[in-house]
């Protein structure tokens, strides 16, 4: 009888805490994702909600995502890797680069005619990133990494035709690799976010901008700019950016060891490769866009890109110097870059 009435209390406790634990684990998690481009870019579309909606799926919808498109939790674009750090936003994606000289390793990929794709360079981006750049992206965990495929130049008065073309014109700048190209080049670089761009073009604060193609439609540039240079697809892109798909540690750890699965089963080198992917298809619609306007369009061909190329030479050499500085082997990481993009 004695030990009847000592188990009872005990068995009591144990199913309370069983119950205790299936709650958590039917809990739903929602996961501020924050983000600098419009709901309707093709981030948040094409990359931001289908991995929502992966993840969720996956998850039985006890992993669910909650957007915060066009910096809606605030702050600026180049806070939003420390938003993710500090738990601002559990989620965020952002170009690292736009804070100038805080990612010095991860800047090999954004160096001047590197790769050839963004699927195949994401893919590669994943394995140099995770490999050398670990201490860049310490306080946040990150999930995918991926670049886009190459930058074109959009003006508004005048075609870019030859590197003497660009001598004077103030252009747009999205990283600091880009902005020492363009200066190479004999341009006047204009660092700035994205979201500056339209107002930027439209004010004549700047004569033209560095961008993607799949970005153009979204801040409706294709309106602003009347032409189009781009360089021969047959050699490497002029320019990229890296971005970094990040979630806070904490957040992480918060989940019950299913939840983690989710994530990580949507994380990685194949991930970062989709994305890329996600970006090479982006850049048709957004290039269909300049073509509807009936803008100009220019193909630089192969023998003048190859006197941009050797103009540009000193970026990659300036590179070395300063990733060595800080204590990397310049030389090395850029022939490691270089070897990852070339496979």
Not at 318 to 338: I, M, N
Request: glycine share 6%; charged share 20%.
């Amino acid at each position: 009888m004695k030990t009847r009435t000592l188990l009872k209390p005990l068995l009591t406790a144990m199913l309370l805490v069983a119950a205790a634990a299936q709650a958590q684990s039917d809990k739903v998690v929602t996961l501020r994702v924050h983000h600098f481009l419009p709901p309707n870019s093709n981030a948040q579309v094409k990359f931001i909600e289908p991995w929502c909606a992966k993840v969720a799926a996956e998850s039985a919808g006890r992993l669910k995502c909650q957007i915060y498109p066009a910096m809606q939790m605030g702050g600026t674009p180049a806070q939003l890797f420390d938003q993710a750090k500090d738990g601002v936003a559990d989620i965020v994606w952002t170009v690292p680069g736009y804070q100038a000289g805080r990612f010095l390793v991860s800047e090999a990929f954004e160096l001047p005619f590197m790769g050839t794709s963004g699927e195949k360079s994401s893919r590669a981006l994943w394995i140099y990133a995770t490999k050398n750049a670990a201490a860049e992206y310490k306080g946040v965990r990150p999930l995918v990494f991926h670049v886009i495929p190459g930058m074109t130049l959009h003006t508004t008065d005048k075609q870019v035709k030859t590197m003497a073309d660009l001598g004077g014109m103030k252009l747009r700048a999205p990283t600091r690799m880009a902005t020492r190209m363009l200066s190479a080049l004999g341009a006047t670089p204009v660092p700035m976010p994205m979201t500056m761009v339209s107002d930027s073009l439209a004010k004549g604060v700047i004569d033209g901008a560095m961008m993607p193609w799949e970005v153009v439609p979204t801040i409706k540039a294709q309106e602003i700019v009347k032409y189009h240079s781009e360089t021969d697809p047959a050699m490497p892109l002029m320019s990229t950016s890296t971005f970094v798909l990040a979630m806070n540690p904490a957040k992480y750890d918060s989940l019950p060891p299913d939840l983690k699965k989710v994530i990580d089963a949507n994380s990685g080198q194949e991930v970062s490769a989709w994305a890329g992917k996600v970006w090479n298809e982006a850049t048709l619609t957004g290039r269909q866009a300049g073509i509807d306007r009936k803008n100009t369009f220019y193909t630089v061909p192969a023998a003048e890109v190859g006197k941009w190329q050797k103009a540009s030479e000193s970026v990659a050499a300036d590179w070395v110097k300063e990733v060595s500085a800080k204590g990397y082997d310049g030389q090395k990481l850029l022939a490691e870059a270089r070897a990852l993009l070339a496979n």
